[in-house]
C-alpha cells in the first residue's frame, strides 16, 4: 500500500516540523504548488507541480513510488486541501503532518492570544466579514487579492475606524506586517498572500429580538412592530447559518432581526417597493448586518433564481399568498414559513394558502399596549391587533 504524507509546510522551509523534515527524507515522490515545491533540491526524488486535488490524486494513483508527500500550506486543518486529497485516495495509508498555519504565526507576530478569535476565509470564498467583525472582539482572515473590497464592506456599515493588523507575504523574504484604519485600506494594494486581523474593542454578540421600534430608521412605510416582531422570530425558530426569506420588507425591522439570528447565514429581503429596498439597506447598515442581499420585485416571480430558503417570513404578499406559499413549497418542501396578517381576510387566506400545501397552520392573535405618560399617569395606547400564521419546517 502506498503511504502518502499531507505535510503542512507552515510558512516556509525554516518553520517545517521535525516530523515533516524526517517524512520528506524518506520520500521518493513531492506534490506540491510550485511556490513550495522550489524549495526542494534534489536528485533522488521526483518533483511534481500539482495543485488541484483531483490532478495530484491522479499524479500519485499512476506513480510506481510507494512514498509520497503532499505539501499543503500552513496547516493541513486550516483551509486545506488535505481533506479533499485524503478523500480522494482512500486505497492509501495518508498521514497528516500538521505545520504552523498563518493563524498562530501571525497571532504571535503581533503579540496577541487567538484562543477567541474568529476565524475566517475571504480567499475564493462568499465571506460575510461584516457579521463576523461585529460579534467577535479580534478576527483572522485570510484574503485573495480582495483587501479593498473587505474594508469597503466594513467602512459602509460605519466600521471605517477599526483597527486592522496587516501581514503580506508571512514567512517569506517579503514578509511585511503593519497596522492600519479599515478607512486607509480601501487605497490599499495588498498582494493576494495578504492575511489580516480586525479588532473590534465594542464587539457584540447579541441576537436581538424585539428591538424597540425606536432605534429604526422611519418613514411612512409599514413596520411590523417590536412585540409583533419577537413573536414572529420565535415563531421562525432560525439557526445561526439559515438562509431566510424576507418578503414583503418593508422597512427592514423583520429583515434586521432574522440577520441578527443567522448570522452565518443569507437573508434575501424582497420587496416590488424600491423606497422600501432603499430604507431596508439603511437599516442594515445601521444595525451592521453584512448578510442581507434586498432585491426589488414581486412575490413569487422574484423569488426564482435564489437559494431555496430555510425559513421565510411574508410580511406582505400584494394578494398572492397562495402563489407566493406554493413557491416556497417548491423551492424547499421544509421550508418554515410564518405569515402575518391584520385583517381576519388575510388571516383566512393564509391558513388556506398553508391547507392546499398540506401544510397545518398553528395560528396566534397577538394584541399589545404600550404605555404613554398622558399628564403624570401611563395610559395603555393598543396597537391593532395582529395574526401570525405558521407551519411547516422544523419548530
Known amino acids: 500500500m502506498k503511504r502518502v504524507y499531507i505535510i503542512g509546510m507552515g510558512m516556509g522551509a525554516d518553520s517545517l516540523t521535525s516530523e515533516a523534515i524526517t517524512a520528506l527524507n524518506e520520500v521518493q515522490l513531492i506534490i506540491g504548488a510550485s ?45 486545506s486541501g488535505a481533506k479533499v486529497v485524503s478523500e480522494l485516495l482512500s486505497d492509501c495509508d495518508i498521514i497528516f503532518i500538521s505545520g504552523i498555519s498563518s493563524v498562530n504565526y501571525f497571532f504571535a507576530k503581533c503579540k496577541l492570544p487567538w484562543q477567541n478569535a474568529k476565524l475566517i476565509s475571504a480567499h475564493g470564498r462568499d465571506c460575510d466579514i461584516v457579521s463576523a467583525v461585529r460579534r467577535d472582539t479580534y478576527v483572522f482572515a485570510l484574503t485573495g487579492g480582495n483587501v ?73 412605510i409599514p413596520m411590523t412592530k417590536s412585540a409583533v416582531r419577537a413573536v414572529t422570530l420565535s415563531k421562525l425558530g432560525l439557526h445561526e447559518s439559515a438562509v431566510c426569506y424576507d418578503i414583503g420588507c418593508g422597512t427592514g425591522s423583520v429583515t434586521v432581526e432574522m440577520a441578527l439570528s443567522a448570522f452565518e447565514g443569507k437573508v434575501f429581503a424582497f420587496d416590488k417597493d424600491m423606497a422600501a429596498i432603499g430604507l431596508t439597506k439603511e437599516n442594515c447598515r445601521k444595525f451592521k448586518v453584512g448578510n442581507v442581499q434586498c432585491i426589488c420585485g414581486s412575490a413569487p416571480e422574484i423569488i426564482d433564481g435564489y437559494p431555496a430558503p430555510d425559513f421565510a417570513f411574508i410580511g406582505g404578499s400584494g394578494g398572492k399568498i397562495a402563489d407566493i406559499v406554493s413557491a416556497l413549497r417548491s423551492k424547499n418542501p421544509q421550508v418554515r414559513i410564518v405569515i402575518n396578517a391584520v385583517s381576519p381576510q388575510t388571516a383566512s387566506n393564509a391558513i388556506y394558502a398553508l391547507e392546499c400545501v398540506g401544510l397545518a397552520s398553528d395560528i396566534v392573535q397577538v394584541s399589545t399596549s404600550n404605555g404613554r405618560y398622558i399628564g403624570s399617569a401611563h395610559m395603555m395606547i393598543a396597537d391593532n391587533p395582529v395574526y401570525i400564521i405558521s407551519g411547516g419546517g422544523a419548530y
Open 35 to 79: 511556490r513550495l515545491t522550489d524549495i526542494f533540491n534534489r536528485s533522488d526524488c521526483d518533483i511534481r507541480s500539482a495543485v488541484k486535488p483531483q490532478e495530484i490524486a491522479e499524479i500519485i494513483v499512476k506513480s510506481s513510488m510507494e512514498r509520497i508527500a503532499v505539501l499543503v500550506s500552513g496547516d493541513v486543518g486550516f483551509y
Open 148 to 220: 479593498r473590497d473587505l474594508a469597503q464592506s466594513l467602512y459602509n456599515v460605519g466600521f471605517g475606524n477599526l483597527i486592522v493588523r496587516v501581514g503580506e507575504n508571512l514567512g517569506t523574504s517579503d514578509e511585511k506586517i503593519y497596522s492600519a484604519a479599515v478607512s486607509e485600506l480601501l487605497v490599499s494594494s495588498c498582494p493576494t498572500l495578504t492575511v489580516l486581523i480586525i479588532e473590534n474593542p465594542s464587539a457584540d454578540k447579541r441576537v436581538r429580538t424585539g428591538i424597540p421600534d425606536s432605534e429604526f430608521i422611519r418613514t411612512g
